[in-house]
């Protein structure tokens, strides 16, 4: 494709970006079909701050409209544009191409450890149907006519629960995992950090329900503690010190240790 100096418009943010005349090209290869399919490659023009959800929205919009892709805020905040770039889960919003790009030739697919419904976007189904097997809502024992709950900022179940509660269900922690490649069933990083969240919550009555979940045969002592979740986490969540803390308090409940 040859382009001449033009400019285009991004119709998500309304900016008008310019395109040099003669831009050098990226080499992109794109996976196209479900399950079953194969890599295409496009040439896009590159650009200063290039994110990968860039890239890919230029195809879109230039090349191929029929390609199949996820995203909402663009600014790190949805968690639904993860994919797997160059062989890595990762959030392709705040994704630079100049921070992956490897060898001229980069790599865009869906996220590892999920269906694929098309090209780059996956059924998130599985993910939150783990969500909840995990009992990861919160449930409380006061009505609205209670006054409400008080809990200390410096207590250090409240400081405990802070370390994984920015979590923005982007999925990147579970295509990671090796275990949930393995094993379907393991309820994941995700859920799994959800759910500590809510053990060490002074207001959430912790249930059976949710103890079966985490504590069960998909619960968290599937984890072999690999840590590929924390290294991934888009966030700088850390889910495996999520997970070792239901490891600490089952053992502790069972009076098999110190629990947290
Ligand atoms: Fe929302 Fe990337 S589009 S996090």
Not at 27 to 37: A, K, N, P, S
Not at 64 to 69: N, Q
Not at 218 to 240: E, I, K, M, Q, Y
């Amino acid at each position: 494709m040859k382009l001449g100096r033009q400019e285009v418009q991004d119709q998500t943010n309304c900016e008008l970006a310019e395109v040099p005349e003669n831009p050098e090209m990226l080499d992109v290869r794109v996976w196209r079909g479900t399950q079953q399919g194969e890599w295409q490659h496009f040439s896009v023009p590159k650009r200063d701050n290039q994110t990968i959800l860039d890239v890919v929205t230029w195809i879109q919009r230039h090349i191929d409209p029929g390609l199949s892709y996820r995203f909402a805020c663009r600014v790190g905040m949805c968690g639904s544009c993860a994919m797997t770039v160059t062989g890595r889960p990762r959030w392709t919003c705040r994704t630079h191409v100049a921070q992956v790009l490897s060898e001229g030739v980069l790599e865009i697919g869906p996220l590892r450890n999920l269906p694929v419904i098309k090209d780059l976007a996956v059924d998130m189904a599985p993910f939150f149907e783990k969500w909840r097997d995990a009992g990861g809502h919160f449930e409380g024992a006061k009505t609205r006519h209670d006054p409400p709950a008080q809990v200390s900022p410096n207590s250090a179940n409240r400081e405990e629960a802070d370390l994984g509660i920015e979590c923005i269900n982007c999925g990147v922690c579970n295509a990671a995992c090796e275990v949930v490649r393995w094993n379907g069933r393991y309820l994941g990083p995700a859920a799994l950090n959800r759910a500590w969240t809510l053990e060490v919550d002074e207001r959430d009555q912790s249930t059976e329900t949710r103890h079966q979940g985490i504590w069960g045969e998909a619960g968290a002592f599937n984890c072999h503690s690999h840590g590929n979740c924390t290294v991934h986490c888009p966030v700088g969540l850390d889910p495996a010190r999520s997970i070792a803390g239901l490891k600490r308090r089952a053992l502790g409940r069972s009076g098999k240790g110190g629990g947290t």
